[in-house]
Structures are given as structure tokens and as C-alpha cells.
């Protein structure tokens, strides 16, 4: 049986105000019970589920589309093809002329990581809120023809802030055949150094919900 040789946490953290989409209301955590007054310690969390890292379904942009809970839950695991996209300008496309190099990687029933790094600067600045690069709805296309099941990214969302040209055209296009954004990662160089990753992106089973947090590994295997 095949050995795990490495293991990366692609995930961003959740905390108290952590960075999020812009318009929604903040991450907001405290205390249920503490260990002084309880003998244990218990915490409540109120988020929006589109926050750190999080997997979309596709009723996020179709009312008749399927929930997080009835996607199946092999669908969320696989090989993942890293595309080295560190250097990008900020609020840049990503279109076909980015993923051609790799058509010879990509293989049916994969999971593509559009790595840009912009997980690496998450904060409260301008450039993490409102610039991070984004598929193009071209390059959306490119990957529903080669028949990819998901793609992730590191920035907020698979599309862009601001101009519904930007944001709608990834998302109606993967969703509407059922192909899943994997959004806010944390993705290094250190996922170039292998070609093929064994990705794990499990979302939390919200019932009725067109998304859900991910705790997102990815494994090299001997």
C-alpha cells in the first residue's frame, strides 16, 4: 500500500474578525462556557459559510442546484494538478492562455490549484479584499472541456471583486456542470515541487446550503 511522504494544510484559519468577504458581516466568536466557571471550555462561532477556506455547491447561483449535503462525498477528493501561477498581477484574469501549458497534466476527473499566493498576504488590506486574481470565464470553459470535478484558488473567490463580468461568468459556468470552486486557500511554492497532489477537500454537512468551510489537505504519496 502506498505510503503518505508528505502532507501540506491548505486551509486558512478561522478566528474572531478574520478577513472575509467584504460585504459580509464579520466572523464573530466567544466563549460559551470557560473552565473556571464550567470545568470545560466551549466556544460559539457565527460565520458566514463563505469564509476562509470553503467549498461552493451549486446552489450558490442556482436555485434548483444541489446543496452542499447532496453532492457525493466522493466527489471531494482526488488528483490535483498544481498550476504555477505565483507572480501574477494583481486583479488579473486567469484565462486559457495560463492553463494551455498544462493540458497535457490535466487529466478527466481532476482537481486544479490555481496557485497565485495570494493566501500568503490575507489581512485587511486592499490588495487581499479587492485585487486578487481570478478565473476568466474562458478559462472556466477550458477546464469544464477537459472535464476537471473542482478548482481551487487562494484568493476570496474564483471570481473577481467588483464588475459582475468578473465575478458571475467562473462561477455560473463550473457550477452549471456541477464542477466545484474551492475558495480562500492557502497555497505555497512548496506544492510545485511535486506534479500530482492527492487532494482532500471535505466540507461540513450543512443540509440546504450552497456552501460549506473545508479543512483541505493535500498528501504525496511514495
Wanted: charged share 20%; net charge negative.
Amino acid at each position: 500500500m502506498p505510503q503518505i511522504r508528505k502532507i501540506i494544510d491548505l486551509s486558512q484559519p478561522v478566528y474572531h474578525n478574520c478577513p472575509g468577504w467584504p460585504t459580509y458581516e464579520m466572523v464573530h466568536v466567544r466563549y460559551e462556557a470557560i473552565y473556571p466557571n464550567d470545568g470545560y471550555t466551549a466556544e460559539r462561532l457565527q460565520m458566514n459559510v463563505h469564509t476562509a477556506t470553503h467549498l461552493d455547491a451549486p446552489f450558490h447561483f442556482y436555485p434548483d442546484g444541489k446543496t452542499i449535503e447532496q453532492i457525493p462525498v466522493e466527489r471531494f477528493q482526488g488528483e490535483a494538478v498544481p498550476i504555477d501561477l505565483f507572480g501574477i498581477a494583481a486583479d488579473s484574469p486567469i484565462g486559457v492562455e495560463h492553463l494551455e501549458p498544462y493540458k497535457d497534466k490535466i487529466r478527466p476527473d481532476d482537481i486544479v490549484l490555481l496557485c497565485t499566493g495570494w493566501g500568503k498576504i490575507r489581512g485587511y488590506s486592499k490588495q487581499y479584499y479587492n485585487q486578487w486574481p481570478y478565473l476568466s470565464g474562458e478559462g472556466a470553459q477550458w477546464l469544464v472541456d477537459r472535464k476537471v470535478k473542482g478548482v481551487g484558488i487562494d484568493g476570496l473567490s474564483i471570481g473577481g471583486w467588483g464588475a459582475p463580468e468578473k465575478a458571475v461568468p467562473p462561477h455560473e459556468i463550473l457550477l452549471s456542470n456541477e464542477i466545484w470552486p474551492l475558495e480562500e486557500l492557502y497555497l505555497t511554492e512548496e506544492l510545485l515541487s511535486e506534479p500530482r497532489w492527492y487532494l482532500c477537500a471535505f466540507p461540513l454537512k450543512l443540509q440546504g446550503f450552497g456552501g460549506a468551510p473545508v479543512r483541505a489537505v493535500a498528501m504525496a504519496f511514495d
